[in-house]
């Protein structure tokens, strides 16, 4: 966790000061937070996910993205995406006309494969 602890600041582009005034803490908690000199308590893992938007099942496992993202911004990427007059309007309806198209088991091969290629995007590709 002191990994991901420390792959959020650096995501932020914050120092380590930086973070830990926005936590309330100084930043040589910080940094012994990252290096795991400190275990980080159940009340700091909440406010880390509370005070910058992050998905406490990623900051607790690594499972999942690492930012939570709000139901309404994620109704407002959808939209987006199905306005007629967006680019991909005509893919993404194919996508899923194809997709409905396909039997169970098609779908459940192009479901696992989907899985596969999104967690090696979030590897880099290795």
Same mark, same amino acid.
């Given at each position: 966790m002191n990994e991901r602890l420390k792959a959020i600041r /650096?995501? %932020? @582009?914050? $120092?380590?000061?930086?973070?830990? /005034?926005? %936590? @309330?803490? $100084?930043?040589?908690?910080?940094?012994n937070l990252e290096r795991g000199r400190v275990e980080i308590k159940k009340d700091r893992i909440k406010l880390v996910c509370s005070v910058f938007g992050v998905n406490e099942e990623w900051l607790r496992t690594g499972e999942g993205e690492m930012y939570d993202i709000p139901e309404d911004e994620t109704a407002a990427i959808v939209s987006d995406l199905l306005e007629e007059n967006n680019p991909f309007y005509d893919i993404i309806k194919g996508i899923m006309k194809t997709y409905q198209e396909l039997d169970d088991k098609s779908q459940n091969v192009l479901l696992e494969f989907s899985k596969e290629l999104l967690e090696n995007l979030k590897k880099g590709g290795d």
């Amino acid at each position: 966790m002191n990994e991901r602890l420390k792959a959020i600041r /650096e995501d %932020l @582009g914050m $120092s380590r000061a930086t973070f830990g /005034e926005k %936590l @309330g803490i $100084s930043g040589d908690v910080v940094n012994n937070l990252e290096r795991g000199r400190v275990e980080i308590k159940k009340d700091r893992i909440k406010l880390v996910c509370s005070v910058f938007g992050v998905n406490e099942e990623w900051l607790r496992t690594g499972e999942g993205e690492m930012y939570d993202i709000p139901e309404d911004e994620t109704a407002a990427i959808v939209s987006d995406l199905l306005e007629e007059n967006n680019p991909f309007y005509d893919i993404i309806k194919g996508i899923m006309k194809t997709y409905q198209e396909l039997d169970d088991k098609s779908q459940n091969v192009l479901l696992e494969f989907s899985k596969e290629l999104l967690e090696n995007l979030k590897k880099g590709g290795d």
